[in-house]
């Protein structure tokens, strides 16, 4: 029977926080913005359905898939009540009302199912957030707070900063986790290292070491450690658990592998022979119901009845017994996803912008489509992040090329630089779209680096 809203978590907010969530609306230009956080970022076919209903029902029909695998409704009308009930009712809420904002865990959308894995992490990762969703001095983290659990996987995000990440290492035959603070497994080495069966300890101790030793007003990890050194913060987690760190060279020197480019979009073999996952890229993060069912009605045609959001703003239907892989490429390209990495629309992330945010000062969403298509026409696919403002919302890591709007259809142009701060070197300013497509087509047939 259906539960009375009266007895329902109500839509008011936990504690103040400009962050979504499933259970607090924001508004925006556009409407109100519900976030939905999904457990590695897996939801069923019926919960994508229900997802889809709830946005066309009480919102403008506008799905976003976030860089971080999970997903939002936009422009929300005055119906709160009625979209928070619809989602809880598909089982899309946390067990816990009080944990909604701080279920920050990522995962590769392949773990447990990737041939290069060295640890199904899935396990532990449900013991995390057990802990997150049970443990009440935890929901007094920020909603930013992050972490990243990586089991090996040939296809995992390692650029996004995380508070805490945890990598699996090979250290003389042995399996362990090494671990980091504010930063991410593509650019840094771990700091120590500790059995698998000692991960899930960590990981309380690290969060309870954090919240005993930071101020109000250091709300992640990286505003602690500014004051006090990693070292020392790390005598204090492991004063908390039952075995000694491992601290090797061997640990402190190991740099992760990188995954193979766009390896979610197509076709990615899994660790069991005569399945694959197939992966479609969502234009400019944006999904409209008809192309979540679609992928829904797919998934459980040919998959696990699961579909599986991704860091790169795409969605995987996975354990696709691989005879079927090509007409599920196709039933996702008809849909309206991006199928091939060789498409310029695959490789453009672009924020709110203008249209939906107050503090765009471009649309960025059409103007990521005009240079998608200046790009397309000349046989150009380049990684370019368009950003209405300095807060660059859409990509939680410094992409090849930025474009920071300065005003309406104009943005100064930033190429990644490994020793820049920032969105990196400063190319060149207030160019219009076709300037940028025009220097960015140059620039490719110049080089062969992006």
Known sequence: MTEPLSARPSATPIRPSACPGLLRIVPALDGGICRIKLPGGVLSADQALAVADAAERFAGGVIEATNRGNLQIRGIGTNHDGLIASLLDAGLGPSNPASD??????????????????????????????????????????????????????????????????????????????????????????????????????????LETFLDLARPDQARMRDLLKEMPVTRFIEHVAARLPQQLVVDQKVTDW???????????????????????????????RLRPSMFRDAARLATAFGDSQLC?????????????????????????????????????????????????????????????????????????????????????????????????????????????????????????DLTIEAVGALLTADSRSNTHD
């Open 255 to 285: 740099r992760r592998a990188p995954i193979r480019p766009f390896a979610h979009i197509g076709t990615y073999s899994q660790r069991t022979a005569g399945v694959v996952a197939v992966g479609a890229g969502v234009p400019l993060g």
């Open 101 to 206: 904002d701080v279920r920050n865990l990522m995962l590769s959308p392949t773990a447990g199912l990737d041939p290069q894995q060295l640890l199904d992490v899935r396990p532990l990762a449900g013991q995390i957030l057990h802990s997150l969703e049970h443990h009440p001095r935890f929901h007094e983290l920020s909603p930013k707070f992050a972490l990243s659990l990586d089991g090996g996987e040939g296809l995992a995000m390692l650029e996004h900063p995380h508070d805490l990440w945890l990598s699996a290492v090979q250290v003389d035959g042995r399996t362990l986790l090494g671990f980091g603070l504010a930063g991410c497994s593509a650019t840094d080495s771990p700091v120590a290292a500790v059995v698998p069966e000692t991960a899930h300890a960590l990981v309380v101790a690290v």
């Open 309 to 429: 959001m991704t860091p790169w703003q795409s969605l995987m239907l996975r354990n696709v017994p691989a005879e079927n892989s090509a007409p599920v490429l196709d039933g996702l390209g008809q849909a309206g996803l991006l199928v091939d990495a060789a498409q310029s629309l695959s490789k453009i992330v672009a924020c709110t912008g203008s249209a939906a945010c107050a503090k765009g000062l471009a649309d960025t969403k059409a103007d990521g489509l005009r240079l998608a298509a200046l790009l397309q026409e000349n046989g150009i696919s380049r990684a370019v992040h368009l950003s209405g403002c300095t807060r660059s919302c859409a990509a939680a890591h410094v992409m090849p090329v930025t474009l920071l709007a300065g005003s309406p259809g104009r943005y100064d142009l930033y190429f990644r630089h490994a020793d820049m701060s920032g969105f990196g070197d400063l190319h060149a300013r």
